[in-house]
């Protein structure tokens, strides 16, 4: 990365994102990618970043199908528990490695969320805050919803002492 631009800061982290670091880590950045496969670490990013107050670019895979948001209740738009308010069921929400993926898949859903961070940075176009899209690569389709915050979300919602919930 540094050969192509020797003006940005490479910082690797070798290291599990637990709790205990996980705000003073995004304490660090305006902005999170969470391209993560597991719902406990999903989850446990989303918290960290509503307790931060930034917005997270989100990519998700499966099989065939990938979905791309930015979740960011600080600025309207819900989080991932507004979404998805309960842990999925035991065999629901299988890793890549569980159920497999087609190989351009990753790829796809990657560019697709580099877009959106380059969006986010340069203040770019309409990014997907509030919005997901959906992209099925077994019938090369993609659908565009709209997404909503919970207000009694557990998370972002009233009661949690979050900004704007």
Known sequence: MTALNPHIEVRPYSRELTEEIAGTLFAEYDLIVDGTDAWPIRDLINRAAVAAGKPVVSGAISAWEGQVTIYDPARGAPCM??????????????TCSETGV???????????????????IAGAGQGLRGRMLIFDALYAETRLITLKRDPSCQVCGSGTGVAGG
């Open 81 to 94: 528990s507004c979404v998805f308010p309960e842990r999925p069921a035991p065999g629901m929400a299988a």
């Open 102 to 120: 087609i190989g351009a898949l990753p790829g796809v859903i990657g560019a697709m969320m580099a877009g959106e961070v380059i969006k986010e």
